[in-house]
C-alpha cells in the first residue's frame, strides 16, 4: 500500500508539472496571437501573504483568495462560515456543534477535538488579530473585502499554531466617499437574511464604517418520538453580529478601530442514532434528515454572544513604518445537545439502565451533555517595524504578545429526558504566550529574490481540571493540574524567479510548530492528557502564470511534508464521550494544487481548482480504542487498534471547485448567471479506520441568477439562488462511543434576494 501511494506520488508530479508546462505553451501562443481586449482581462489578485499588499502572483507562498461574485454566492442561503469548505485547494471546513467551533483543515492537517480549548494547526486572522478560541472561528462573514488561505506552515510572520496554514479574512474598509448597501433575502425554512453597511467620511481626515447582519431560520427538523412528539423541533436560529469601524488618516499617520459583536440563539447540530446501516457506510432503511427520535431534544440549545475590538496605528517616516495592532476578543457559550441521538439505553452498569425500550437500534449509553465559556478573554498585541526602501533589500522586524484566560464547564445529564445532572467538571486555563520575529527580502537580480524569515517563540499553559460530579465514575471530586511549556525557532527560507512577464516560479522551505496541547474533559474519564509541541518542515515548488494574454491564469504547486510529533485527538470510541490527545511520532503528507481563472469570452467567466493530498501516520506504536459497534478494519492488538499508515481524519484526497459566471447587457442593465460546484473525495471520521465511519464523497452545487441596473446613485439587483441543488445529503461526521451516530451536511436551500448598493 505504502509503495503504491509512493509510485502514485510521481504521477501526480508529473501531472502538475504537466499543468505548469502547458501555462507556459499557452504563453507562448498568446505572444503570437492578436492581442486581447484588455476588458476581457483577469483582474489582479492583491494579497497580504507578507504584511503588505501584493499582487498575489509575485508572492512566493501557496495562496489563494476568495472575493467578489464568488465570495457572495457561496456565502448565500445564511450560510455560516463552513460555506468555505472545498471552496478552495485543500481547505476543508467541519464542525460538530453546528454554526459554532468550525475545524478547519489545510492539506490533511488539523483537529477534531471537541473541547473548548483545543487548539488547531490551522490559524484563522480576522482583521489582523488571531482568534484563538474555537469559539471566536465561528464570527460571521460578512461586508467582507477578501479571503486568503494561505497553505503551508507560516509561524514567521504569523505566529502562533500555524504548522498546516493561514485563512486570513479582511473586512471592507472604511471610505472618505459615500457607499452602502443593503440586501435581504427569503428562502427555504421560512429564512430571513439581511445584511447591510454604510461607510462615508466624518471630517476631512476621519471616515466610519457600519456593518450589520441578520439571519433567521425557523426549526425544520420534527421529533417522531412516541411520547415526545415535536413538530419542527430543532434546525433553526436568530442570529445578529454588528461591526463598527473609524478610521483616521493624516499626512504619515493613520488609526483603524475595530469593534465588533455577535449573538447567536439557535440550536446545535443534530446527531442521529444508528444513522449508518452496520457494516455499510449507507444510510439505514427509512433514514430521513429532518426526523428525529430523541427524548431530550426539548433541551437542546446553543447561545453564543462574542465581543471584540481592536487598534492599527500606522506612521510611515524615512522610508519604514512602524505599525502596533491591539486586540481584545471575548467569547461565552452554552450548548447543550441529546449527543446519543435516540432515546432509552441498553448499559447495565448505569442508574437508570437498560430501560425497556430504546432506539433507533441499540443505545449503549444515553448521553446528553452541555459546554459552557462562561469567561473568556484574549488580548493580543503586536509592534512591527518594515522597511519601504527603493533599493534591493528590504526588512520586518517584530514582536507579538498573546495572553488568553477561560473558564470552561461541561455537565452531563441521565440523557433520558429526566432533565437530571449527573456530572459536571470546570476548567480553568491561562496560556501566555510571546514572539520575537524577522523577515528580509533581498532582489538578487532582475529575476530573483531571495525572502528569508526567522521567529522564536515561547508558550505556556497553566491548567486546572476539577471535577465534582461523574455520570460514571464513583469518585465525584477530582482535581488535576498541569503546566506545559515550550519554545521554538521557526523558520523559512524562499526563492522567487521571474521567467518571464507572465510567469513566475518559486520554491519556498519552512518549518513550523504548534505549542503544546492539554485535554482535560475528565467528565467521563479521570485523565488529563497533554500533547507535546509539533513541528513541520515543508517544502513547495509552483508556477504562477498569466497566460492567453492575461485572460488566462494557471497556477500550480507540489509539495511535501513531515510532521514530527503531531497532536492528534482520539475523539470518542467505545472509551466513552471523552477525548484523549497523542502524539504521532512520525506524519508525511504530499501532493499538488491546481488554481485556474479563465476569461473565456466577453459573456463569460470561469475558475477551475483542484488539489491531491495523501496523508500518511508513520508510527508502529500508536494505537487506538475504536467504535462501540462498528467494523473496524485496522489490526486489532493487545494495546487497542494501530494506527500506522492510516491516513488522517477528515483528511479527503481529492478536492475540486469550479465556477462559470456569464453575463449579458439586457435594457439599462446587465442579467448574470452564477454556477459553482465543489467536491471533496470520501473521509475518514476518525483516526482508525472502519466500513461505517467512512464519509462518501460529497458534491455540492449552487447556482445564482439576476439581473442588474443603474438608477442615478444607486445600482439595484434582485436575484434568486440555491445552495446543494441536487439536495444531496451524506454524512459528514459521526459519534462512536455509543452507537453509529452521524451528522449529516445542509438540505438544500433555494431563495430569493433583493439588493441596493449607494454610492
Not at 530573483?448 to 486546572?464: C, N, Q
Amino acid at each position: 500500500m505504502k509503495a503504491m501511494k509512493r509510485s502514485t506520488l510521481a504521477t501526480l508530479i508529473n501531472a502538475t508539472l504537466f499543468s505548469a508546462v502547458a501555462g507556459t505553451s499557452f504563453s507562448s501562443a498568446a505572444e503570437d496571437a492578436p492581442a486581447a481586449d484588455k476588458n476581457n482581462q483577469l483582474e489582479v489578485i492583491q494579497i497580504t501573504a507578507r504584511k503588505r499588499v501584493e499582487n498575489a502572483q509575485e508572492v512566493p507562498v501557496a495562496a489563494s483568495a476568495l472575493q467578489g461574485d464568488g465570495l457572495e454566492a457561496a456565502s448565500s442561503a445564511g450560510m455560516d462560515i463552513r460555506f468555505l469548505n472545498a471552496k478552495i485547494p485543500s481547505l476543508t471546513v467541519e464542525s460538530s456543534f453546528g454554526r459554532s467551533f468550525p475545524r478547519f483543515y489545510v492539506r490533511g492537517l488539523g483537529n477534531s477535538d471537541f473541547d473548548l480549548n483545543s487548539s488547531q494547526p490551522v490559524s484563522l486572522v480576522v482583521d489582523e488579530i488571531v482568534q484563538e478560541s474555537p469559539i471566536l472561528k465561528g464570527f460571521p462573514v460578512f461586508d467582507t473585502g477578501r479571503v486568503e488561505v494561505l497553505r503551508g506552515p507560516q509561524g514567521t510572520l504569523f505566529g502562533r499554531n500555524t504548522p498546516a496554514g493561514l485563512v486570513k479574512i479582511d473586512s471592507a474598509r472604511p471610505t472618505q466617499d459615500f457607499e452602502g448597501y443593503a440586501a435581504l433575502s427569503y428562502g427555504s425554512f421560512n429564512s430571513i437574511d439581511f445584511e447591510g453597511a454604510v461607510s462615508g467620511g466624518l471630517t476631512d481626515n476621519v471616515s466610519a464604517r457600519v456593518s450589520l447582519l441578520r439571519q433567521e431560520r425557523d426549526d425544520y427538523i420534527d421529533n417522531r418520538l412516541a411520547g415526545n412528539e415535536i413538530d419542527d423541533a430543532t434546525g433553526g436560529y436568530q442570529e445578529t453580529a454588528a461591526r463598527v469601524q473609524f478610521l483616521y488618516e493624516k499626512d504619515d499617520l493613520s488609526a483603524l478601530f475595530n469593534y465588533h459583536t455577535r449573538d447567536l440563539n439557535g440550536k446545535p447540530i443534530v446527531f442521529h442514532a444508528n444513522a449508518i446501516e452496520a457494516g455499510t457506510n449507507k444510510p439505514r432503511a427509512g433514514f430521513d434528515p429532518e426526523v428525529i427520535y430523541q427524548d431530550s431534544v426539548q433541551f437542546a440549545t446553543q447561545n453564543v454572544e462574542s465581543q471584540g475590538a481592536s487598534l492599527k496605528v500606522e506612521y510611515d517616516f524615512n522610508a519604514h513604518t512602524l505599525t502596533s495592532i491591539s486586540g481584545w476578543e471575548s467569547a461565552e457559550i452554552y450548548s447543550r445537545a441529546d449527543v446519543d441521538g435516540g432515546f432509552g439505553c441498553g448499559n447495565t452498569f448505569v442508574p437508570g439502565c437498560p430501560t425497556p425500550e430504546m432506539g433507533p437500534g441499540f443505545i449503549f449509553l444515553a448521553s446528553e451533555t452541555a459546554d459552557a465559556l462562561p469567561d473568556h478573554n484574549q488580548y493580543t498585541q503586536e509592534l512591527r517595524l518594515s522597511s519601504d526602501f527603493a533599493g534591493d533589500f528590504n526588512y520586518q522586524v517584530g514582536a507579538f504578545y498573546y495572553n488568553e484566560e477561560q473558564v470552561i464547564e461541561t455537565y452531563g445529564y441521565d440523557g433520558l429526558g429526566a432533565n437530571f445532572l449527573t456530572g459536571y467538571v470546570r476548567q480553568d486555563q491561562e496560556t501566555t504566550a510571546w514572539a520575537v520575529f524577522a523577515s528580509s527580502e533581498y532582489q538578487l537580480s532582475d529575476k530573483l529574490e531571495i525572502t528569508a524569515g526567522l521567529r522564536y517563540s515561547d508558550d505556556k499553559r497553566d491548567f486546572t481540571a476539577s471535577r465534582y460530579a461523574s455520570p460514571e465514575s464513583t469518585t465525584a471530586n477530582l482535581t488535576k493540574s498541569v503546566a506545559p511549556e515550550d519554545s521554538h525557532v521557526s523558520w523559512d527560507l524562499a526563492a522567487a524567479y521571474k521567467y518571464s512577464d507572465d510567469i513566475n516560479l518559486f520554491v519556498r522551505a519552512a518549518n513550523g510548530f504548534r505549542a503544546p496541547s492539554v485535554q482535560g474533559r475528565i467528565l467521563f474519564s479521570d485523565d488529563v492528557t497533554v500533547a507535546d509541541s509539533e513541528t513541520i518542515n515543508s517544502i513547495e515548488a509552483g508556477i504562477k502564470s498569466d497566460v492567453l494574454d492575461g485572460s488566462g491564469r494557471i497556477n500550480a504547486t507540489v509539495f511535501y511534508y513531515q510532521m514530527d510529533d503531531q497532536q492528534l485527538t482520539a475523539v470518542g470510541g467505545d472509551a466513552g464521550n471523552t477525548a484523549r490527545l497523542l502524539n504521532a511520532d512520525k506524519t508525511v503528507g504530499y501532493g499538488f494544487e491546481v488554481d485556474t481563472q479563465w476569461v473565456l469570452s466577453d459573456n463569460f467567466d470561469a475558475t477551475f481548482n483542484f488539489s491531491y493530498n495523501n496523508t500518511e501516520l508513520q508510527d508502529d506504536a500508536l494505537f487506538s480504542q475504536g467504535c462501540f459497534a462498528c467494523t473496524i478494519t485496522d489490526p486489532s492488538t493487545d494495546q487497542g487498534f494501530s494506527l500506522d499508515g492510516n491516513s488522517l481524519p477528515h483528511a479527503p484526497e481529492w478536492i475540486a471547485n469550479f465556477t462559470l459566471r456569464y453575463t449579458q447587457e439586457l435594457g439599462d442593465g446587465e442579467f448574470y448567471a452564477y454556477t459553482d460546484w465543489s467536491y471533496r473525495s470520501e473521509i475518514d471520521f476518525f483516526l482508525y479506520e472502519s466500513v461505517e465511519f467512512t464519509g462518501e464523497a460529497l458534491l455540492e452545487g449552487g447556482v445564482r441568477t439576476g439581473y442588474k441596473w443603474f438608477s442615478g446613485d444607486y445600482e439595484y439587483e434582485v436575484a434568486a439562488f440555491a445552495r446543494n441543488i441536487t439536495d444531496e445529503q451524506v454524512f459528514i461526521g459521526g459519534v462512536d462511543f455509543s452507537n453509529n451516530s452521524a451528522i449529516v451536511n445542509e438540505p438544500r436551500f433555494i431563495g430569493a434576494e433583493f439588493k441596493v448598493n449607494f454610492f
